[in-house]
């Protein structure tokens, strides 16, 4: 039993997280413990993508409990792709906290949360159990509660409220259609649950049900139902923001790719027709929203949306073109938007104001933070050697072959709409006339940028190394294309 | 705020002993009948909360010095730990085992090291419910 590696990607943040409430009055030991914790973490999951793509899939049995009896994580290319990008998104989240927050919330058990949640989202990735994967998105949201309210302004309060509520409700509508899917199949093992719907077909209750976990999971991933996301992504502070940007809808996108590629696919003309309507929705949606506020942050939060739509659009159309194109565009939208959230945030703090209509000029004073934005906002739209390229290209490509070419129109308007959004930023705040002069700036915090320069070489990086990431993203694919690799590496042959 | 139930205040002190009792006895036949460090610790918790109710914060702090937060965080650490400890010996993350001792008041008896792993789930829901039960009552 070598497989125990499998689950250090949740364990051993959570262990640390634990520790770290010991610590509490030690603001920066926390910070670097934490981030330490989080590198390890990537280290880690880089091993396992590496012995994945040699080995297949590999799982663990907690206990030894062996499926589909027992609780299990089963880690293909997919879901550790997933938390390999995100352990490094959270470790440069954390070193951006460690040179820019207060010392008042590092002392509120602000990082012990922070390693909750990525705990949470890494299990979310890894476990193999319908109810398990219930119970790590529930440790993943109490920590966002957390997060969110820390820093007690009275917005960030309002909001919470909203969010709370908003979550509790799609929790318990989470737990009737496990009620639902354990009445129907008599299991819970996400293995097991696909091979028995496979065997019965899947019929109308069936559908319906998936139906149930298809409103779910859009409230997590804010597919159409994202009328909480503006609020409550836009005013937690800017590591929060980021890290909720970056990681929290992506878990809610990977359950439906997981969910609809793996056990509700037998009925695609009528739940990925669906699927392929509330994306369209969404594009248009979080498009108008991009272009119709003043406010920096909802205009990066509605982005996030159209990110949504945009890699679900990918999931209607279901090609082997079209899923790896959306598992491309994951991996660099968990990276562009940590990196858009930073970047707003530090403007933000720079110029004391939200508006765009009370900055301007900011290229003068802080030509870094300029030209990182100048890259964040070509990566966004899908500008080529940038790492948004490739993913758009092909979900494009894919849409023309299957002819969905609403989708396809949408999707490329879509992307024209965040150009603009940005655009419009980048004209209004950093151009135009300095209206702070050289004397009278804020310092900008040494080192502030380095964690967002990380990530902007990372943009860079994911784009120009794109050869040495196909091999990982091409099995990954596979494996959500064929169920059968799956479910034979979960209830194959045992030893 | 100091209330002076003189009634309230003496049947808890015997109901607190029994809640306790029946909160161990649940949480000890745990692993094998109803009951388990959840459970048990739920009850355990109730009896903590009663005390707080019906004594003020600061009499039940005195005599009870527990810093409710780092109790559920220990908790945390024990259980963790419990699943830790066997992948050294090549086993599954979170695998049991048990033996049968004879110890000398008890007899022959089972010891599980699930019982470890409840050990800290029981703290980590009395830690929990207490702090919560706490944090509402401090705020005016």
Known sequence: MMNNILVLPMLLPIIIGVVLIFLRTYGRIQAWISLTAMAVTAGISFYLLYAIQADGIIRLDFGGWEPPFGILFVADSFAVLLVLTSSIVTTICLSYALISTSKELQTMYFYPTVLFLAAGVNGSFLTGDLFNLFVCFEVMLLSSYVLLTLGNSKRQLREAIKYVSINIVSSWFFLVALAFLYGTVGTLNMAHVAERVAEVGQTPLLTTISIVFLVVFSLKAGLLLYFWLPGSYSSPPVVTSALFGALLTKVGVYALFRVFSLIFYHQPEITHTLIGVMAGLTLIGGSLGAIAFNDIRSIAAYNVIIAVGFMLAGLAISTPAAIEGAIYYFIHDMVAKALLFLLVGTMITLSGTSKMAGMSGLMKNYPLLGWSFFITMLSLAGIPPLSGFIGKVLIAGAAIDSGSYLLLALALISSIFVLYSLLRIFKNCFWGETIVSKEEQLPLRRGVLLPCLALVLLTIGIGLGIEGLAPYVATAAETLLDPGIYIDAVLGIIE | ?140
Request: glycine residues 10%.
């Open chain 2, 1 to 140: 705020m100091s209330i002076n139930d003189v009634i309230l205040k003496t049947v808890s002190k015997a109901v607190v002993l029994i809640i306790l009792t029946f909160g161990i006895y649940l949480f000890l036949s745990g692993h094998n009948q109803p009951g388990g460090g959840f459970i048990g610790g739920l009850v355990i918790a109730s009896a903590f909360v009663l005390m707080f109710l019906s004594y003020d914060s600061e009499t039940v702090s005195e005599a009870l010095p527990i810093d409710f937060k780092k109790l559920s965080a220990f908790g945390v650490l024990l259980a963790m730990t419990s699943g830790v400890v066997p992948m050294f010996f090549g086993e599954a993350f979170l695998s049991q085992s048990f033996g049968y001792f004879d110890l000398p008041i008890f007899g022959k008896t089972e010891l599980a090291t699930v019982t470890i792993f409840e050990a800290g789930i029981a703290l980590t829901v009395v830690g929990v419910v207490v702090n919560i039960i706490l944090s509402i009552s401090e705020d005016e």
